[in-house]
């Protein structure tokens, strides 16, 4: 049978990009389906922004230190909107590169949801193609827990977009993605309240590092609320106020002016794909079920990446996706 693609790979992240271009190389026909920017996770709401914005907090400090070796003291103060639109400004110019990479590849972009048919077909807007074999590698996106006032947080995502810095904030979550922010808000002036559900942050990490770097934050003005989680958020003429509560059923009162959600997970990203009409099957998260070759239930379907339930880094989806074009 003849197909409009050898491959058609819907998500154009990571992974999906790294399968694309390494099936392109070895002579396939690909085409790639995406609703959103180039790049998934890392370059639009991960790695690439959160860096630029790790870089920016750091000049407060380098700006003391300075004073240390002759240089004068310097005033200075942040513009949050000059700094938003120098972070996305780099981000965009990352989309190009990828667009480049994909075209000089020849790998043939659509743009939209890519949607199953059939096991062969994809609709993506109202172009339908066929393809011998089809990659799913559409990421995943933050999940908001069931508290009173949600719809007043935002997520980690978000706070690449905000056009105004906040300058009081709680942070929801003791992992490594709250303890970046509320590190990266504190050191742009924000000032921060952490809330975690555990002793320490870091769980999961050395006992020793979790005590060293939460002492750190403290030292450096972050206010961390352990055995604590948040119970309602309810906006006020003085900002959001979030209600906290400890194991000790205490109760403490927060006054901000947003609420960012970083220990709430992520859930796959497969509800629109139409996989009722495949024979792919998920796990009760929604991650798509797949074997160690990545491929799933349905023959010629495959999946990797943050849609499955497989280890969820930018790094483990590009070289997924190389050994899979490498086999298939």
Known sequence: MSYDFDLFVIGAGSGGIATARRAAEYGAKVGVAEFDRLGGTCVNRGCVPKKLMVYAS????????????????????????????????????????????????????????????????????????????????????????????????????????LKEQPQRLVILGGGYIGSEFACILNGLGSNVTQIIRNDKILRGFDEDLQTEIQQAMGNHGIKILNNSEITAIEKTDSGLKVTVRNNDDAEETVIVDAVSLAATG????????????????????????????????????????????????????????RALADTV
């Not at 994909?102 to 949607?115: C, H, M, N, Q, R």
């Not at 799933?296 to 495959?302: G, L, V, W």
């Open 58 to 161: 750091h000049f407060p400090d380098l700006f003391e230190d300075s004073q240390g070796y002759g240089w004068s003291a310097v005033k200075s103060s942040l513009d949050w909107e000059k700094m938003i639109t120098a972070v996305n400004n780099e981000v965009i110019r990352l989309n190009g590169i990828y667009k480049g990479m994909l075209d000089k590849s020849k790998v043939e972009i659509l743009e939209g949801y890519g949607k199953f048919i059939d096991a062969h077909t994809i609709q993506v807007g109202d172009r339908q193609v066929t393809a011998d074999k089809i990659l799913i590698a559409v990421g995943g996106y933050p999940v908001k827990p069931n508290i009173p006032g949600i719809e007043y947080a935002i997520t980690s995502d978000d706070i690449f977009h």
């Open 266 to 321: 992520r859930k796959p990203n497969t509800q629109k794909l139409g996989l009722e009409n495949t024979k792919v099957q998920l796990d009760q998260n929604g991650a798509v079920v797949v074997d160690k070759y990545s491929q799933t239930s349905e023959e010629n379907i495959y999946a990797l990446g943050d849609c499955t339930d497989n280890i969820n880094l930018t790094p483990v989806a590009i070289n997924e996706g």
